[in-house]
């Protein structure tokens, strides 16, 4: 696995997080007033200037250096206790190397300074901890492999001045207190605040806060981390699974342990030395010194390949003195793990390019065997000729090790690499505590892919998943560094952007985003059309915890999702309930079936102009306990999107065959009974055979059903759906074209479709008295389907005067609430009684 440069906070200048708000006091200030002041500012630390000058800084630590017993200690000068000279960092300097600086220099503040020298700011130890971010590496430990001595450990009734001994000696700064029933804590910061008061108390027991916050041995890290930014407090105790505190965990705790020795030793010390051994060939002197010091092993051979040098790490590392490792090739070192062929390349490359790197095995003195990155270069003279190589490297056991483990950890998604649901959800809470700390704003954002199932199902699993790598791809395109693009599972992806000035910003990243999945996706050979549904929601605004503010976001998808796909909304109230009842209406429609809850009615047509019935539209009514009625045109969209329409559909064919011969059995007149069917389902190669199946099932003619389709019908595979309605038209079913008007059809493309019948949408025939716009179209429909050789159906009449305008304009058959609303099967029957009906 590779180390993350993505998200890369500690490459970022410390100027990004430095507390600007830098107190300042002058030596003569009294220790009660500059405790006071800190604590008023919630800072730990405060500079002491003299005639404009730093000369010193104080921090809570330092209390602990007091005598709490005298009583004048509060009104001494703050320069007795102060610590100078003033250690100060450059503004510009890189998180990553501020912790080092921290580390080497065993501070825990530093004077931030900028081009001028001045100061501007106080940087602790703590800043770089919460700005960190380096998830990979504080999942790694436990908290029990980072505690190293026990908990510092104080009796209540201990005196002050013996348990702030115990503190100040203590690496953690603070002391655990023992009561009868539990556990307290002290801190230095308890000890600041004391002086401010310009009160001790007298005993350890007064002094203790309680009860002590306490997080179990087993916890990492990164857990442990939360923990303390999301109570505030710099310490907890760690306790076993007895419940004894076995030690105190602090922040300071968690960075010394964080492994930035390591990682500038593989990023930037490798980098740069090995760029500096390249640079100073001539000059080997130079870097002698370098090279003895150096945390990487270093060898040195000569043009036969003959060792003439070994630095400290190398005997360190390998086991060999230099007098054993003189002389030797560094064959001496062979694990056997490598075939011939990779040293023969790795000496071809060195002597073509006069450098090598890469991972090897090698095997210690005592036969352990080791993995170590290396890098050789090649020193030549002036002539040109190689004389010497040098050899750095550094033992990547412990990295190895890591890696194994963090995977088995699993923070991340196996497919897309991309952060997993548990990593986002520590992220985001982690913005949420900062944001609110901070007073600032953060966003998440769905994106929900439009029709991925139907690729998954169509195209097959691979092909998803590459549809998938290159979604995860072209998402962290349109982000940032410092934001998470997570995928939360299936086609869902989430999105953290953790500080946002406005949501101004937010909406352009969406934009991107839609921008970006408009184009096609190539895989294999099939080039597809994803986008992508989003939905945002902004803290606080929209919700003032995680749990909220994903539901919100989620809602918000779920509008864009609804408005037709392929675009994003910020979330608004007014979206939690349709966005609930889209959830709940995707749950109930999945066991409707099973639970017998959809019935179909049936809605007379009548040939214009006598009005003898000759057919019915089968309409799907579904009566769910819960949410009680919901009409298709809200539910059949919802069964498309999860796959269900199929399964529908095909138990609405059966009803209305089963129905049909109900009827027949009774003697009724033959009647032709429309069903609508589904783009997916005409789209099917398998359903002519479908249908004709049932029809032989149920003893029935092909003329007794007409299938309607949508225009839509025809975007997808309009080769098969041609081949699909030639095959019902060879038994005999009818087809029908719905809605006709409001999608786009070709016409020359529909001449050459088996046809019988135009249904002319009903918002023309709503609209006809009010726009004369309307009446032309309708014409001009009436007359091409005449034209094309089909009949028109005008579905939607409400009214005499509607019934009479498409009679004269030559429409043949008419279907609408003017002859009867749908109804039931048992109800509609009636008109097979009353041939001849003109109104209810
Ligand atoms: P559609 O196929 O265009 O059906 C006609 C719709 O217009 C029906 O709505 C019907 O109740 C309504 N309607 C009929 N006469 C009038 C009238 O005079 N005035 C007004 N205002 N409306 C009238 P419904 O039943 O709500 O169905 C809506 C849509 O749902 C249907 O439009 C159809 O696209 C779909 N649908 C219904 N049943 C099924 C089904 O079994 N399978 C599939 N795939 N879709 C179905
Ligand atoms: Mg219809
Ligand atoms: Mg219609």
Request: aromatic fraction near 8%.
């Amino acid at each position: 696995m590779e180390m993350k440069s993505e998200m890369n906070p500690i490459n970022n200048p410390i100027s990004t997080i430095v507390n600007h708000n830098l107190l300042t006091c002058r030596p003569d200030d009294t220790v009660a007033h500059c405790a006071h002041t800190m604590q008023a500012h919630g800072c730990s630390s405060i500079l002491v200037e003299e005639n404009g000058m730093p000369i010193g800084i104080w921090t809570e630590k330092d209390s602990l250096r007091m005598d709490v017993s005298n009583l004048a200690i509060f009104d001494r000068p703050v320069r007795e206790f102060m610590n100078f000279p003033v250690k100060s960092i450059r503004e510009d300097v890189t998180i990553g190397a501020a912790a080092v600086r921290f580390k080497e220099e065993k501070v825990r503040h530093l004077l931030v300074i900028n081009d001028d020298n001045t100061p501007i700011g106080i940087i602790t130890q703590t800043d770089v901890i919460l700005k960190h971010g380096e998830e990979y590496y504080l999942t790694v430990k436990t908290v029990e492999q980072t505690i190293t001595q026990t908990a510092p450990m104080a009796h209540e009734s201990l005196s002050l001045h013996d348990t702030l001994k115990i503190i100040s000696n203590s690496p953690q700064a603070a002391v655990c207190v023992q009561f009868e029933d539990g556990y307290g804590i002290i801190t230095e910061k308890d000890v600041t605040r004391f002086l401010s008061q310009r009160q001790f108390p007298q005993t350890a027991g007064e002094a203790a806060s309680r009860p002590l916050k306490t997080i179990s041995k087993d916890a990492n890290l990164l857990e442990t981390r939360n923990q303390l930014v999301k109570t505030g407090f710099r310490h907890l105790g760690v306790h076993n699974h007895n419940g004894d505190i076995i030690g105190l965990i602090s922040f300071s705790g968690i960075l010394s342990s964080l492994q930035f020795e390591y990682v500038r030793r593989i990023n930037t010390i490798l980098e740069e030395r090995s760029q500096a051994l390249r640079t100073s060939q001539n000059n080997l002197h130079l870097a002698h010194k370098i090279i003895e010091a150096s945390l990487d092993g270093i060898i040195i051979a000569d043009a036969e390949g003959k060792i003439a040098y070994v630095n400290p790490t190398f005997t360190h590392v390998t086991g060999y003195s230099a007098e054993e490792a003189i002389g030797h090739t560094p064959a001496l070192l062979k694990s056997g793990r490598h075939e011939k062929g990779y040293y023969q390349k790795m000496w071809e490359q060195l002597k073509k390019d006069g450098y090598w790197q890469g991972e090897i095995w090698n095997r210690r003195k005592n036969g352990e065997v080791y993995p170590e990155w290396l890098t050789i270069t090649a020193i030549k003279n002036d002539a040109g000729d190689i004389f010497q190589y040098a050899g750095i490297f550094c033992d990547i056991t412990e990295r190895k090790n890591q890696e194994k483990q963090i995977q088995r950890l699993a923070y991340f998604d196996e497919l897309t690499k991309l952060p997993n649901r548990r990593l986002f959800s520590d992220r985001l809470n982690m913005a949420v505590e900062r944001a609110k700390r901070h007073d600032s704003k953060l966003s998440i954002m769905f994106v929900d892919l439009d029709h991925f199932k139907k690729i998954n199902d169509t195209l097959g699993h691979n092909t998803g998943d590459a549809i998938l790598e290159e979604a995860a791809e072209r998402l962290k395109k349109c982000t940032r560094g410092e934001d998470t693009v997570a995928r939360m599972g299936g086609d869902e992806f989430i999105l953290l952007f953790p500080e946002i000035d406005s949501v101004d910003e937010v909406i352009k990243v969406a934009q991107r985003i839609i921008d970006a999945f408009s184009k096609p996706f190539t895989v294999q050979e099939h080039t597809l059309f994803v986008t992508a549904s989003l939905g945002m929601s902004v803290f606080p605004e929209d919700g003032e915890d995680v749990e909220t503010i994903i539901k919100h976001a989620d809602a918000a998808m779920y509008r864009s999702k609804a408005e037709g796909r392929s675009t994003f909304n910020l979330f608004n109230p007014s979206f939690t309930e349709q966005g609930m009842r889209q959830l709940q209406i995707e749950t109930a429609l999945r066991s409707a079936i099973a639970k017998n809850e959809f019935e179909l009615y049936y809605q007379p047509q009548a040939k214009a102009p006598n009005g003898n019935i000759i057919a019915a539209e089968a309409l799907l009514r579904w009566h769910n306990d819960e949410i009680g009625k919901i009409g298709p045109a809200e539910f059949i969209p919802i069964a498309e999107e999860i796959g269900l329409i199929s399964e529908i559909g095909t138990w609405v064919l059966e009803t209305v065959c089963k129905q049909l011969k109900e009827w027949r059995d009774k003697d009724y007149p033959a009647m032709t009974i429309g069903v609508n069917i589904a783009p997916e389902q005409i789209t099917n190669h398998h359903f002519p055979k479908l249908v004709q199946d049932l029809l032989d099932q149920y003893e029935l003619n092909g003329s007794c059903l007409e299938i309607e389709i949508t225009e839509g019908s025809f975007i997808d595979n309009p080769e098969q759906v041609k081949s699909n309605l030639h095959a019902l038209k060879q038994i005999g079913v009818r087809i029908a074209i719905d809605d006709f008007g409001t999608g786009y059809s070709n016409l020359s493309y529909l001449r050459r479709l088996p046809v019988d019948h135009l249904k002319i949408d009903q918002s023309f025939i709503h609209g006809m008295f009010n726009d004369e716009g309307n009446r032309q179209l309708i014409k001009t429909i009436l007359s091409m389907s005449e034209n094309l050789g089909m009949q028109s159906i005008a579905e939607g009449v409400e009214s005499q005067p509607q019934a009479e305008f498409l009679s004269e304009g030559g429409c043949s058959i008419i279907q609408g609430y003017f002859l009867s609303k749908p109804k039931p099967a048992d109800e509609f029957e009636k008109h097979f009684q009353i041939p001849t009906k003109q109104k209810e």
